[in-house]
């Protein structure tokens, strides 16, 4: 009942930056938080950064501190995913995620997943 879907990701240079997109559509939406998360090749997902919808509150994985930026609109029912000096470390499937736990960095803390958006970062 609950869809999320990312959008934006594709193939950049070493530097520049790339804006994701997650949309949550539902009957009757009530998670409390939404996060990103990725899935490098090889490597089990890793947590990236999430933010409560009630207030905006956000929280970073030291990894991309700093450089990405999540962020939500004022309908609470789309996330973004700023991304900048991107560098090929990064290359991943990204996914994003809903779930009732706040400030959660843990995949099995979330309810709702999409199917991921694929990044490559090449050098």
């Known amino acids: 009942q609950v869809e999320l879907v990312e959008s934006g990701g594709h193939l950049v240079r070493t530097g520049e930056s790339l804006r994701l997109s997650c949309a949550a559509s539902?009957?009757?939406?009530?998670?409390?938080?939404m996060a990103w998360f990725r899935q490098p090749p090889g490597k089990e997902r890793e947590f990236v950064a999430t933010?409560?919808?009630?207030?905006?509150?956000?929280f970073y994985a030291d990894s991309v501190k700093g450089r990405f930026t999540i962020s939500r609109d004022a309908a609470q029912n789309t996330v973004y995913l700023q991304m900048s000096n991107l560098n090929p470390e990064d290359t991943a499937v990204y996914y994003c995620?809903?779930?009732?736990?706040?400030?959660?960095?843990?995949?099995?803390?979330?309810?709702?997943w999409g199917q991921g958006t694929q990044v490559t970062v090449s050098s």
């Open positions: 933010l409560r919808l009630s207030d905006a509150t956000t």
């Open positions: 539902g009957r009757n939406f009530n998670m409390n938080s």
């Open positions: 995620a809903a779930g009732l736990y706040v400030m959660a960095d843990q995949a099995r803390q979330y309810r709702y």
